[in-house]
């Protein structure tokens, strides 16, 4: 007992050095304490449990599961149950699970309306399925399977993952990857596995204050998972790795993988720390992403492409167009909004998608620069100069939390009930962030998007839970709150409300300011609020002697000053399309020659290529045949933008060279 108690207070003292738990049990007592839960309040989540103890899997579940396996369009997530049940068994299912995991195709195929295989929570489901089946029983694997999952597995480890910190999607990547790390019997995937999930956990515990709360930016997530602090399906990872927060009472999908693994994460614990501050870089660029995955087969580099969100970006919407066309999957539930464009030339489609500029780009999650502070109980973090203006998807670009309640702002209809706001747009437009220290300027300036597509309610709501804090201050503009001893305060853009939610309308643009604090920084909550008074703020709009404006916000607070200055939006819409303007390019990818088709322009054409790095490398002026053969052998591997003119069109295609 008193050897217990002195590793305790060692682990209290040694604060960086390891987690401060909430409790001194390792992790094996909280296994044991989670299966021990899971056994006794049995849920669906609960059969993984079941089968690691050795105790009978409800069957109901699982032939609830097997109904449900040819309709359900999400059935990858229960899939990745049923190849850990079978795995745990001893064989004991094989007959039963084995022709029902055979069913269903694991992979993109014709004419498929249900499933989808392209996000990489999906993908690691469906890839580490097949190849565990693969394995297991024999069966012929698909011809590019084991290529393609180790390179998501590299990308993985090497740039982080595209949902970055997702409390939504993390937890079922996770399944996925504890499904390869523990049985696969190829040890280079397995290896991959246990280093791309150890990367996964990481975040996840970087942005997890000292009870166990977790409510970060994110790549992709839901209203849903900033509502409660514990209870939820990524609570439970967080519990058993660090013993923060209330004990899972039931079992949870990722909860079940963690606590039946094999995996020591034991370095994962250890990474938790309950300070930091810092500016995280994730990710890669979309033209980095196009030499990444050159090596691909054209579909299977299509869905990587994909997953990184870049689906009607301008420089992919020629291959996804392809993609749709040739597997036959413009009736696919994922593309429903889309569909009335399957009927274009796909010449037309990369002008398109760059007229709607402010809709086809902002999905791309290829890199972002995160800045998270945290101090015990309180966090903020901001999603650095993200897309600002464009139409949001399931990005989360700022979230502060005072301890266990987060705090936001979103844009589009506000609406009471946040939980009705759309899954797919939680941000009709995106601000700029700029983040130092615990002090965010959130600037909102929304680009002009057509107005027959449903993006038109542009208002900035304030996620903001009164009956969390002990005490609210509302000084002008500011509003101050105390949750026990932690501090937030927000300068809204006006204090009128929308729907019973504190919300502004937007015209132009508007600003906000979001600023963490607690006793431990300082002192008093007096303190903090007399520091917020003494703040200066200063917005200003600016026009040029073309009309075009710039619109100025700067916030000063103690020794902490952000401004920004947010030049002239370029105007967008729909432009017109010259379908003459397109010509053909191939091969691509090329290695020592690529030929140019200009059968649809005029004889005279100037044709310049521009390295990644904005520089021109080729250039050529004159009268040409109907192809031209560009030569490449002298060229640095990456990609290229080659564009030809002649009197009336200008058109430009991506080239990569390898």
């Known amino acids: 007992m008193i050897s217990k108690i002195l590793t305790c207070s060692l682990l209290m003292v040694s604060l960086f050095a390891a987690p401060r738990f909430g409790n001194c049990q390792t992790f094996e007592d909280r296994r044991q304490q989670y299966i021990d839960s899971a056994l006794a309040n049995p849920n669906k989540q609960s059969i ?40 745990l068994s001893n064989g004991a299912f094989d007959s039963e699970m084995i022709p029902v995991l055979n069913s269903v195709p694991y992979w993109i195929n014709y004419s498929d309306t249900v499933r989808g295989y392209w996000s ?26 084991e290529q393609r999952l180790k390179h998501y597995l590299n990308l993985k480890i090497d740039y982080g993952f595209y949902e970055y910190f997702s409390s939504t999607y993390a937890p079922y990547c996770l399944s996925g990857l504890l499904n390869l790390a523990d049985f696969s019997q190829n040890q280079e995937i397995k290896t991959l596995a246990i280093a791309a999930s150890k990367r996964l956990l990481k975040d996840l515990l970087m942005v997890t204050n000292e009870q166990g709360v977790y409510y970060p930016v994110a790549g992709r997530n839901y209203p849903g998972k900033y509502l409660n602090a514990h209870g939820q399906n990524h609570s439970s990872l967080i519990w058993l790795l660090t013993g923060l927060g209330p004990a899972p009472s039931e079992a949870t999908h990722s909860g079940g993988f963690l606590a039946s693994t094999s995996i020591d994460f034991t370095e994962v ?87 709607l500029s402010a809709v ?19 966090t903020l973090c901001s999603n650095l100069d993200f897309w600002k203006g464009k139409v949001g998807y399931q990005q989360w670009p700022v979230c502060a939390n005072s301890g266990t309640s987060a705090i936001y702002t979103a844009t589009g209809k506000a609406e009471a009930n946040w939980q009705d706001r759309s899954s797919n747009n939680a ?37 903001w839970v009164d009956s ?28 009128d409300y929308i729907d019973g939610v504190r919300a502004c309308e937007t015209n132009a643009g508007q600003t906000w300011v979001i600023v963490v604090g607690n006793e431990n920084m300082y002192g008093s909550y007096s303190n903090f609020q007399n520091l917020i008074s003494q703040s200066q703020y200063e917005e200003t709009w600016t026009a040029d002697a073309n009309g075009d404006s710039t619109y100025y916000a700067s916030i000063q ?20 399309v010259n379908e ?21 322009f005029e004889k005279t054409v100037a044709i310049s290529v521009v390295n990644n790095l904005g520089q021109e490398v080729y250039s050529k002026n004159g009268a040409v045949q109907n192809q031209f053969t560009l030569p490449l052998s002298n060229w640095v591997d990456g990609v290229y933008s080659v564009t030809v003119r002649d009197e009336k069109n200008t058109a430009t295609q991506r080239l990569v060279k390898q």
């Not at 079941?50 to 997530?77: G, K, P, W």
């Not at 690691?124 to 694997?141: F, L, N, P, Q, V």
């Not at 009709?428 to 449903?454: C, D, I, K, S």
């Open 427 to 463: 941000n009709v437009h995106l601000p700029y962030v700029e983040q130092l220290h615990n002090v965010a300027l959130v600037m909102y300036r929304p680009e002009p998007v057509p107005a027959l597509l449903p993006f038109n309610d542009k208002e900035v709501a304030l996620y």
């Open 269 to 355: 614990s250890n990474s938790w720390i309950s300070e930091l501050d810092t500016v995280y870089h994730i990710g890669h660029t979309l033209e980095e992403g196009f030499v990444i995955n050159q090596n691909l087969t054209e579909l299977d580099r299509t869905i990587f492409q994909w997953s990184s969100g870049s689906y009607f970006h301008p420089d992919v919407i020629t291959e996804t167009v392809s993609l749709l066309v040739d597997s036959n999957m413009w009736n696919h539930v994922d593309f429903e909004l889309l569909r009335p464009l399957s009927g274009f030339p796909i010449a037309q489609y990369p002008g398109m998608a760059e007229g």
């Open 48 to 87: 993984t449990i079941q089968a690691y103890e050795s105790v009978t899997v409800d069957q109901t579940t699982l032939d609830d599961i097997y109904a449900e396996m040819q309709t359900r369009s999400t059935i990858d997530f229960v899939i990745v149950q049923l190849v850990r049940v079978m795995m």
């Open 557 to 576: 607070l103690d020794t902490i000053s952000i401004d920004y200055a947010w030049g002239p939006l370029v105007n967008t819409g729909i432009e017109e």
């Open 120 to 145: 990489e929570n999906h993908m690691i489901m469906w890839m580490s399925s097949d190849w565990i089946m693969h394995e297991y029983t024999g069966r012929s694997a698909d011809p590019t399977l």
């Open 580 to 600: 003459n303007s397109a010509f053909r390019m191939y091969p691509n990818p090329a290695t020592e020659t690529v030929t140019i088709d200009f059968s649809e």
């Open 360 to 378: 086809s780009k902002s999905s791309l999650n290829t890199k972002a620069d995160i800045a998270i502070f945290k101090n015990q109980q309180v």
């Open 468 to 495: 969390v804090y002990d005490e609210i201050v509302e000084d002008d503009l500011w509003l101050i709150g105390r949750e026990d001893e932690g501090y937030v305060a927000v300068r809204r853009s006006c204090t």
